[in-house]
């Protein structure tokens, strides 16, 4: 019994493995694409609550063996599964100083190319 429980785990784990890399390689598609990589978090965020809410309750252990058993799980392997929403307050400062950087740069770069025309302006007068 311990033989088939050991195997059904591992084609478990590679089975998740290959879900893992089929997401990652969607994101690594979408880079620079912050809609595409939204609705992917969206779509994550929605089948996480999904499983959550319906699959994972039902299955929740019936005895204290179990119940151990699935609470020694948790503590061993990192905890309890958790996708956190990054708040609209540190979205907007993140973008506020990207934002910001970007002007700075701007200004700068303007403030040469109005610098370098003056100066050939006045050569040409001169």
């Not at 929740?60 to 307050?89: D, V």
Request: glycine fraction near 4%.
């Amino acid at each position: 019994m311990y033989i088939n429980t050991e195997l059904q785990q591992q084609k478990n784990n590679l089975m998740l493995e290959t879900i893992a890399l089929k997401v990652q390689s969607e994101a690594k598609k979408s880079q620079g694409d912050s809609l595409a990589l939204l609705a992917l978090l969206r779509l994550l965020e929605g089948l996480h609550r999904e499983i959550r809410d319906s699959l994972f309750l039902e299955s929740l252990p019936s005895n204290r063996q179990a119940l151990y058993s699935l609470l020694k799980n948790i503590e061993e392997e990192g905890g309890w599964p958790y996708i956190h929403r990054m708040k609209l307050q540190s979205l907007l400062k993140n973008l506020a100083e990207n934002t910001f950087g970007e002007l700075e740069i701007e200004k700068n770069t303007q403030s040469l190319v109005e610098s370098e025309t003056s100066k050939s302006l006045s050569l040409k007068q001169g």
